[in-house]
């Protein structure tokens, strides 16, 4: 697509991404169904994997790295009785063990060791870097190297179907978090070890229980032309409705615009900020200092 034929375009779009396409892909598919000069993702999902793929869209690309930090939800099943290499379905099996006859009190008594804060080894096949090169490409070289452990926080982690050789489980996570080594973990603590045949993203951040939309209907949106994609999009600032939001004047919002801390009547005592000014236009982001005034960190152009 020629420059010229792109357009700005500002927002957020809860794609419901299909199985068996990069995180990648599917954004440089809908980028060009919008016609959009500038987009990102937060965060990439497997190929396995489906569902909630956030993509930000012009000036929501400031907020990508924010959203990239945020807690995320996985519906996932794990496939009892087969390790592979890559820890899910696409990898070749390592070994087949015999399942033993579970009940639900034994897999609850498994699955209390993995809440709360624990360490991870990342897989192989993940993104992660060594010696500046991606472990999945060394992995595929037959390559494999020592990874250090990384704390993680499991805030809920529940049964929600148990099967003859198969787990479904709902889990709320910290960034970072793995579910293949999470299945992976579960499977050696079953004592038949595990990997993941099904993976959902169901929520992201503020992003939890909205309508996301597919590629078809997107395509279909497309054919009813580029306002109809439009009103697909979300607001920028709906990427941080979990944070506090303090509101400017027309005087604080042009100090806060030259890089200047501004005092904000009755703002929280700390944290970061959704900044509005006159009119309720959103600003951009910002954080509390320690005195208590209002300091700006990424703000959006003016439009």
Same mark, same amino acid.
């Given at each position: ?6 357009r ?43 569902? $909630?793929? +956030? $993509?930000?869209?012009g ?15 996985y ?37 209390? %060791?993995f809440?709360?804060?624990? /360490? !991870?080894? +990342?897989?192989?096949?993940?993104? =992660?870097?060594?010696?500046?090169e ?7 070289q ?8 990384? %704390?993680?926080?499991i ?10 050789s /198969?787990?479904?489980?709902?889990v ?49 949106l497309?054919?009813q ?15 941080l ?8 004047d027309?005087?604080?919002?042009y100090?806060?615009?030259?890089g ?6 009755k703002? +929280? ?8 000014? +006159? !009119? ?8 509390? =200092? ?14």
């Amino acid at each position: 697509m020629a420059a010229s034929s792109k357009r700005p375009v500002n927002g957020i779009l809860l794609l419901d991404k299909p199985e068996g396409l990069t995180s990648n892909r599917a954004l440089q598919k809908v980028k060009r169904l919008f016609k959009a000069q500038k987009a990102g993702h937060t965060g990439s999902l497997d190929p396995l994997a489906t569902g $909630l793929l +956030p $993509l930000c869209f012009g000036e929501a690309t400031k907020i990508s790295g924010f959203l990239l930090d945020a807690d995320k939800r996985y519906r996932f099943t794990c496939k009892l009785g087969e390790t592979t290499t890559t820890g899910d379905q696409e990898g070749d099996v390592l070994e087949r063990l015999p399942v033993p006859e579970l009940t639900e009190t034994v897999v609850e008594t498994a699955l209390a %060791r993995f809440r709360g804060e624990i /360490e !991870q080894i +990342p897989p192989m096949y993940s993104a =992660l870097k060594h010696q500046g090169e991606r472990l999945y490409r060394l992995a595929r070289q037959g390559v494999e190297v020592e990874r250090k452990a990384r %704390r993680v926080l499991i805030h809920e982690l529940v049964l929600v179907r148990l099967g003859n050789s /198969e787990l479904e489980l709902d889990v709320h996570c910290s960034k970072g978090t793995y579910v293949r080594s999470l299945c992976e973990d579960l499977g050696a603590a079953l004592g038949c070890g595990a990997h993941v045949s099904q993976l959902r993203r169901t929520a992201l951040g503020p992003f939890a229980g909205q309508p996301m939309i597919t590629l078809d209907a997107l395509e279909a949106l497309a054919e009813q032309g580029l306002d109809a994609l439009d009103n697909a999009l979300l607001p920028i600032d709906a990427g941080l409705a979990h944070w506090p939001a303090v509101q400017l004047d027309s005087d604080s919002a042009y100090y806060l615009r030259q890089g200047q801390p501004v005092w904000v009547p009755k703002a +929280p005592g700390e944290g970061s900020v959704r900044i509005y000014g +006159p !009119q309720d236009v959103f600003v951009g982001m910002g954080a509390i =200092l320690d005195d208590g005034r209002v300091a700006p960190k990424r703000l959006l152009a003016q439009a």
